[in-house]
């Protein structure tokens, strides 16, 4: 996907939804403006879309729009998840460090149970002890699901096998399996997995699918493979104030997403972006790159004296959430070749 330079680069990296919509998408939401339709998911563009997230998994999957990633992930798991239940997940997990406990809140008080591994994935090892840790023991909280996210916190992925290999264990001890897919995009387009192979093929049973940071406006959704979660996750939706009653303006968004590759496609110059500005930086003496940059998300280390140039120059970027002088940059499907150029320029100047 081209995109033409603008005459002032873009300089915020802090995340990929700082970003606006693609064209496609706002269009869509302009068609759904037009004249009246049915409410609460019962119109054209809902049954569109659901048509569409059946094609791209290649079977038949129920679908419920929502306004952010937080709610999927949030009412996805109180549907898989008693009270007195446990999510197991990584303890950098977004669900786990920055949804302020909306999990928990939604699940009436379930525990998350936090696992640690290597780029913010599972270790498999971690995750058989802990799903089989005090079952049946009234005293302590009881192992229910897995929740997993693709891609991690720090970029990296699952592959299917993976995933697959997780699921098992999850499911050996009878636990639903979770997926945040807030980057699912990033992910089926680095690996070049279908996402049936990324999600339901490889024992996902509910997906919280993100399009708000890759190209949409205000639309998410909960895609659930195991249907018989529907019924119990619709009335969540509808007692979350999640049924929107104009709800073909999420379902517009997320058609025109999923029409003729739209979201692969930003996904692709999303990925493309990080991989140019890792590539610059790794050229750059006094930087260090501490994960391979598999998506579009990218952690490194600068000189204390480059960040704050950087920060005075107008850059703007996470860097005091970790530790001293690890930064964190993230590419969008609008960030442009001359984005990524004008920050290596910039670093390359301040590290002299």
């Known amino acids: 996907m081209s995109i033409a330079a603008p005459t002032a680069p873009q300089r915020i990296f802090t995340s990929d939804n700082t970003a606006g919509a693609s064209p496609e998408i706002v269009q869509a939401v302009t068609a759904a403006a037009a004249g ?4 609460y998911g019962a119109d054209r563009f809902t ?3 659901r048509a569409r997230f059946a094609e791209i998994f290649e079977r038949d999957v129920d679908v419920l729009p929502v306004s952010t990633g937080s709610a999927a992930n949030a009412l996805s798991l109180a549907a898989l998840t008693p009270p007195w239940g446990s999510v197991l997940c990584h303890r950098d997990s977004h669900i786990n460090t920055d949804e302020c406990g909306a999990p928990e809140f939604s699940t009436g008080g379930a525990k998350l149970v936090s696992l640690s591994g290597d780029d913010a994935r599972i270790d498999p090892a971690q995750l058989h002890a802990a ?5 049946g023991d009234v005293h302590s909280v009881q192992p229910s699901v897995l929740s997993i996210t693709q891609a991690t916190e720090t970029g990296a992925l699952y592959t299917p096998d993976e995933i697959r290999d997780l699921a098992r264990i ?3 001890s009878g636990l639903r399996v979770h997926m945040d897919g807030a980057r699912f995009a990033n992910a089926v387009a680095a690996l070049g ?3 049936a192979e990324l999600t339901w093929q490889a ?6 699918f993100g399009a708000t940071k890759n190209g949409a406006m205000t639309a998410d959704a909960i895609v659930v493979f195991d249907r018989a979660l529907t019924p119990e996750l619709s009335f969540r939706a509808k007692r979350a104030g999640q049924l929107t009653s104009k709800m073909r303006f999420q379902s517009a968004q997320l058609d025109a997403y999923l029409t003729d590759g739209l979201w692969l496609r930003n996904a692709v110059h ?12 790794k050229a750059i003496p006094g930087t260090d790159l501490l994960h391979a940059v598999e998506a579009n998300i990218l952690f490194c280390r600068l000189p204390q004296t480059v960040i704050d140039q950087l920060l005075a120059e107008g850059f703007t970027f996470y860097h005091d959430r970790w530790e001293p002088g690890v930064c964190r940059f993230v590419t969008s499907f609008s960030t442009t070749e001359h984005d ?8 390359r100047r301040l590290a002299i």
């Open 36 to 39: 009246q339709d049915l409410p």
């Open 340 to 347: 990524v150029d004008t920050l290596l320029e910039a670093v």
């Open 203 to 208: 024992g996902i049973d509910v997906l919280s």
């Open 170 to 172: 999850a499911k050996d």
């Open 193 to 195: 997995c279908t996402p």
């Open 131 to 135: 799903a089989t840790r005090k079952v």
């Open 47 to 49: 049954a569109s879309a």
């Open 270 to 281: 999303a990925n493309t972006m990080a991989e140019r500005l890792g590539t610059g930086l």
